[in-house]
């Protein structure tokens, strides 16, 4: 029997639509009689995430808000960009990591001609004035994670989020060895002025850590975000997220702990 070529995916076609379900080897046996070029098909990479190695700190900073500690040299900067799209930010703003066997530290330099902040009491909502924040996460499943927020006026909110759904759900939770401190300077990053903020994360409070402290080699989910108000408004982050949300942790990037 000699098949039409032409006629016969259209029968194999007609006859998918006809099942009340129909599976994905009928659409396959079309494509294929259709000629069409799986050959040619390749995988779209994915893209790669953000990682940062922190390298340890022999010396620990003095956290007063003065980031020229000789510590902070050795860390390397991350830029914050555009949270939506991952496109440079109209001002400066970057990120530092070192660790050592009791702390996690975190320094930021935000370029800022009008900070913005009226909260100045512990755990108020600071995310609805301008903010940097830190997001941690030591193990990826359950997606628990320690929310640190910092402020221009040095107001410090600390939360413990354990789940992400909406609304978030977040424990009443202090960090009772954490140490932070803000600083208003002239200049930023060769840019204008802004302000510096630099925090202590105790370890210990990372309780769903795998080892403590943590070994070289040892990788936690971690973002670093900051929301602007004036003299614009502007959310951004180190590992953009791609959303109007900072709460989601599969497009968090990786904290990795070096020891050089």
């Not at 029997?1 to 194999?12: D, L």
């Not at 997606?143 to 040095?154: A, F, T």
């Not at 354990?162 to 002239?186: H, T």
Request: proline share 8%.
């Amino acid at each position: 029997m000699v098949v039409n070529q032409h006629i016969f995916p259209t029968v194999v076609l007609s006859l998918c639509r006809y099942r009340a379900n129909p599976s994905s080897s009928c659409l396959i046996a079309f494509l294929v009689l259709a000629g069409f070029p799986f050959g040619t098909l390749q995988a779209v990479p994915r893209p790669a995430e953000a990682e940062y190695a922190a390298r340890y700190a022999d010396t620990a900073p003095l956290v007063d808000g003065d980031l020229s500690d000789s510590a902070w040299k050795r860390a390397p900067a991350a830029e914050l960009t555009n949270n939506l799209d991952g496109s440079a930010a109209g001002l400066v703003t970057r990120a530092r990591v070192l660790w050592n066997d009791d702390f996690l530290f975190f320094a930021f330099e935000c370029e800022d001609p009008e900070p913005f902040a009226t909260l100045d009491r512990r755990d108020q909502h600071l995310w609805l004035e301008e903010v940097v924040e830190v997001f941690l996460q030591p193990v990826s499943s359950p997606p628990h994670y320690i929310e640190l927020e910092v402020n221009p006026l040095g107001t410090l909110l600390d939360i413990y989020l354990y789940d992400v759904r909406k609304p978030l759900r977040y424990e009443s939770w202090n960090s009772f060895g954490i140490q932070w401190a803000v600083n208003l300077v002239d200049s930023v990053a060769e840019g204008g002025p802004g302000w510096t903020c630099e925090i202590a994360f105790p370890l210990a409070d990372a309780v769903t850590a795998t080892n403590l402290p943590p070994r070289s080699g040892d990788r936690w989910r971690m973002n670093l975000y900051r929301i602007e108000q004036k003299p614009q408004q502007a959310s951004l982050a180190w590992s953009p997220t791609k959303r109007p949300d900072f709460h989601v942790p599969e497009a968090f990037g990786w904290l990795v702990f070096a020891r050089e």
